[in-house]
């Protein structure tokens, strides 16, 4: 779950009520907070581990990489609060909590009285499908599923989305002529299409490569077995 879909959930839900939430940010520091209805300072720099680890609790929702950098840090000087993750890093990790409440809520307490500390979301799509699912799991009326999903631009932030869609306006724009012309044929859109993919002017600094009208056959790292983790 991407960040700015956590706080419109959580504020639709009254979450904030109550609490005495920081923000923190990896290239905003000093802004102005997400107003959730209670107070909170500016925004903290991400990776000061003496302040975040003031915190009973943290919720990241910024990715594998910040979480392989900022928890070890944060349990080098004792830090022995809840540290709740969206990423994929620490979720095969036997000191680790898979949580997809309601599906799992009897896993995540056996987790939280056992004094499991690290909590980790699921994969979204396997997630959703078995928040769908998860009552006929409970009747006992399927006995196995295979899932198989592929990654969204949206796991990637804001700025890879924004990107997305800016790959999307400059195909439409480059198959403007032709697409006003009835008569076009759909061999010359496609070739127009391609070429637009190709221009050296294409946005693509944050995916690296086209995304719009394509897709990107790695995600993640390389695994032994010559596949990537995703």
């Known amino acids: 779950m991407v960040g700015s879909v956590l706080l419109e959930r959580m504020l639709a839900e009254g979450d904030f009520s109550g609490l005495e939430p920081e923000f923190f940010s990896t290239s905003q520091v000093g802004q102005a907070p997400p107003d959730v209805g209670v107070s909170a300072p500016p925004l903290a720099d991400a990776y000061e581990i003496s302040r975040l680890a003031e915190h009973e609790a943290i919720v990241s929702c910024q ?3 910040y979480t392989k950098q900022v928890l070890p840090q944060l349990r080098e000087v004792g830090w022995t609060g809840y540290w709740i993750d969206a990423a994929s890093a620490k979720r095969m990790d036997d000191d680790t909590v898979i949580v997809l409440d309601p599906v799992n ?7 939280i009285a056992a004094g499991f500390l690290n909590y980790a979301g699921g994969n979204c799509t396997v997630s959703l499908m078995l928040m769908a699912l998860g009552g006929l799991f409970a009747q006992g009326w399927v006995e196995w599923v ?3 999903t592929y990654q969204s631009a949206s796991g990637a ?3 890879n989305m924004r990107e997305l869609v800016a790959q999307m306006r400059a195909i439409g724009e480059g198959s403007a002529a032709l697409l006003e012309d ?3 044929a759909a061999l010359s859109i496609d070739a127009q299409v391609r070429a637009t993919l190709a221009d050296e002017n294409f946005p693509s600094e944050s995916f690296g490569v086209p995304l719009a009208a394509s897709l990107i056959p790695w995600i993640d790292t390389l695994q032994e077995g010559g596949e990537t983790r995703e």
């Open 63 to 65: 990715g594998g990489d």
């Open 105 to 111: 809520r009897e896993v995540i307490d056996r987790g």
């Open 146 to 148: 295979s899932a198989m």
């Open 157 to 159: 932030g804001a700025r």
């Open 182 to 184: 009835p008569a076009s």
